[in-house]
């Protein structure tokens, strides 16, 4: 067979690779692909960093056509930029380059991390620092035990950039340990830091303060045209402050920005030149604001909007090829011939921002031109075939009509297009007649190609020559945007672009069809959102992708004259469906075999099963241990151990993939483990008190999870301290939890030795521990004397007796009952004391009243003899201070607030001033805090960058006395280290004195 001749033309280019190491792996290896068409079949050569490479039998480097294969890659010798080179015998072309990287990620180092200690109330920032890496990372934060992740909203956040987790105000309910999680979204290894205790202290809450913005995005961020850019921002605070985005040119957000407040990201879909600008972010509470900024700029890498084409041209012609590209920066061009770098070595060659000019063409011209247009971000390639021939006049493939029909007076063209290089001299003939060239008859030579017609008009014996008509089109409709596959994740949001070229003077009308279906936009929930913002352009978003997004859609462009439409096919990636079919293939007492089948793994395989189970008994549903303990994706049995016998199971998988856990599937049939003989004994056996002649014994009873069977019951074993045999009894109730033996002979307050089992259907189990337990006691048989009472104040009486000796006839006393009633009132108060204590004091009572007080000694067995009864009558009462706290003077010292105040002299109808009460608050509606002090003196410990509302009241038996003036102690600066305020007595007028330190050169007094 015989092909036409041809100059190559990839079919297929090299893309980058980024290689994950696996040092188990023992034949590392990788493929860059390359292929082209052409007649002869092109040959192939490679460059590694612009150096040839040169395969050989001993080398790791091996063609297959022209793919490259690296064997045995090692990331020192063959990381770098790769390019294909094809060629036969019309010329060379050169491939895009092609990068080769190595992704890794090491272990954290093992060392444990110190503690990080604060106060309630105040912000935190918890270090991941992530190890040794190269690939992207993702953050995430385990709190305590897995599975408890770390969940963000408005108090806490993760940095995807740093892996740092953030908290803005601690609670009490932060304290536990965190371990940072770090996953390489390349090789997908997954490893944890080791675990950061957060512990409270214990010297106080932080008072409400200002935010202060921890996580700041760059001053400027260069975004790639139609990426996703992703900024962060996030302050702590008390209260926790609010994270909100604005443009600082004014410019509203698009309906495409996602602003989640609660997460402190800004992320702009699709970015455009016109999503340029300088953002802020402004953090904000009660106490203040603050705010950052960043420059997002937009770049693009090169995109040819004019490509050179194939030409053939006859010797000695001349060429103009344009090459054109858009981009930011601006690109630059080059030009190739043949896989080579083209220099203007000749004048008539001249190359000048990517136009190449060529003069003058000879046979030595023709060959393969690339013109490659490029700047920081990439290049881009355009192939052009030269051919400069030499033809003699050929009319074969234009010939004329042998016949021309004309109407007199109308008109004709008669045209003459031969093939021939170099260009000829071409003359026309009537008959034997040369015609000339005149007025009436007009030769168009080279302009033979174009489409204006001219009317040879007969009148009489003479021609005339006038222009009839020019006919013109409107430019066509094309769609910019190539075809495509697009892959996206379930959750993220994706602009499908439609843009084109068309005639300005046609008007445009955009329609698109998702799985030939007409989209109705405003409905399907939302997700669907025009955003195309320019004439040209019928881009649409899609918002929170979901599964059911995936498929075909079509771009549809109608104008009045021509209709275009392009298609996209969008692959949606996430978690795994739901496993189906889930069996409990085989059950023991403790194990249980499953089987499931797959659910769709959604264009991610699954990675790991997870196996959770539910009894009555659980709190929902719980992972379990299986064998093997990491159920790998291609698995799809396991085997569940450590179960609890005789107890209702049911059983649900789960599949998760490099996206996340998806759905649990259904849940399997209820499944009873067997049963065996119980293993479990009663906790908290005790017991002692009953009545006379009785061992009280007490126990938790077993859960039912943990009988092991039906049947259940209990054994209680008892015996006298110092016995050798066991008296047994069983209680046939699993509810039980008490056990009464009552024997006259028992002595009171007697040890006994005991043990509790557990028995059931398949069998006794084991007993608990031997503990000790007294039989029941009597009650005090004594009561106490000199029973002394005595009033303190008019609403306080202190009562006083000697104790009794301990252990008398094994009657013990475990404290005393001390209780009161009011002259003419039948019933009493009483409280008990606790131990060996001789006095109490009862509060409460009323000035001027006669109370009744008796004492008993109590122990388990109740309260004994009472003592004799005593009287006593309670103090007049008095008023409380009537003067206020006088010349209340205050400071501040290592931040410290210190207050000084003269001492409150009562007058003659008020009580003694015993104390002072010192009232303080950050602002004036919330609760104060109180101080007590018996000295004119006190110190508070309290963060000096909050303002504070101070009163000091004093107080004796009559209650509390008259406060001060509220004294406002404002925020402390810095550099401000002694303020002093005074109030004289009447309150007529306030001295103030101010010491403020500052550098030298700024010294006030």
Known sequence: ECYPLSVPVFTKQPGSIVFPVDSQEKNREVVFSCEAQGSPSPLYRWKLNGTAITPKSVSHYSLSGGNLRISHLDKDQDAGTYQCLAFNSFGTIVSREASLTFAYMENFKTHRRSSVSVREGQGVVLLCGPPSHSGDLTFSWIFNEYPSFVKQDTRRFISQETGNLYIAKVEPSDVGNYTCVVTNTVTKTRVQGPPTPLVLRSDGIMGEYEPKIEVQFPEIVHVAKGSTVKVECFALGNPVPSINWRRMDGIPFSRKVDVRKASGVLEIPYFQQEDAGTYECVAENSRGRNTVKGKLSFYAPPHLIEKPQDVQKPIDDSLVWECKATGKPKPSYRWMKNGENLESLEERIQVANGLLSISRLTLSDIGMYQCVAGNKHGEVYSNAELKVIAVAPDFSQSQLRSHTMVKEGGDVLMECRPKMSPWGGISWRKGSETLQESNSILSLGSLHNIMVAFSMRFVATSFTLTVVHVCCFPEPTIITTPPSTLDVTVGESIVLPCQVTHDPSLELKFTWFFNEQLIHFGDHGGYFEKVGGQHSAG????????????????????????????????????????????????????????????????????????????????????????????????????????????????????????????????????????????????????????????????????????????????????????????????????????????????????????????????????????ITIYSAEEEPGRAPTRIRAKSLSASEIEVSWKALPWNTSKRRVLGYEVSQKREKEEAASVQRTVGNQTSAIIRGVRGSNTYYVTVRAYNTAGAGLPSVTVNVTTKKPRKPPSQPPAKVMWNTLNSKIILNWEQVKALENESEVTGYKVLYKRNRHSRPSVMETNTTSVELSLPMDEEYFIQIKPFGEGGEGSSSRQITIPRIPENYLLLWFHVNKNHSSVFLEMYAFLPPSRLIC
């Open 539 to 770: 881009d649409i978003m899609i918002r929170n992708i979901q599964l059911r997004h995936a498929g075909k859609y079509t771009c549809a462009v109608q104008t009045k004259v021509d209709s275009i439409s392009i298609a996209a096919d969008l692959v949606v990636r996430g978690p795994p469906g739901p496993p189906t079919s889930i069996h409990v293939e085989e059950i023991s007492d403790t194990t249980a075999s499953l089987s499931w089948r797959p659910g769709p793994d959604n264009h991610s395989p699954v990675t790991t099963y997870t196996i959770q189970a539910r009894t009555p008994f659980s709190l929902g549903w719980q992972a379990v241990t299986t064998v093997p303990e990491m159920v790998g994706g291609r698995r799809l049995t396991a085997t569940v151990i450590d179960l609890s016998p005789w107890v209702e199971y049911e059983f649900r998988v789960l599949a998760s993939n490099a996206i996340g856990t998806g759905e649990p599937s259904k849940p399997s049939k209820q499944a009873r483990t067997k049963e065996t003989s119980p293993k479990v004994t009663p906790a908290n056996v005790s017991g002692g008190g009953g009545s006379r002649s009785e061992l009280v014994i007490t126990w938790e009873p077993v859960p039912e999870e943990l009988q092991n069977g039906g049947g259940f019951g209990y054994v209680v074993a008892f015996r006298p301290y110092g016995a050798t045999g066991w008296m047994q009894a069983a209680v046939p109730s699993s509810e039980a939890s008490k056990y009464v033996f009552k024997n006259d002979s028992i002595q009171p307050f007697s040890p006994f030795q005991v043990k509790v089992g557990v028995y059931n259907n398949e069998g006794e189990g084991p007993f608990g521990p031997v």
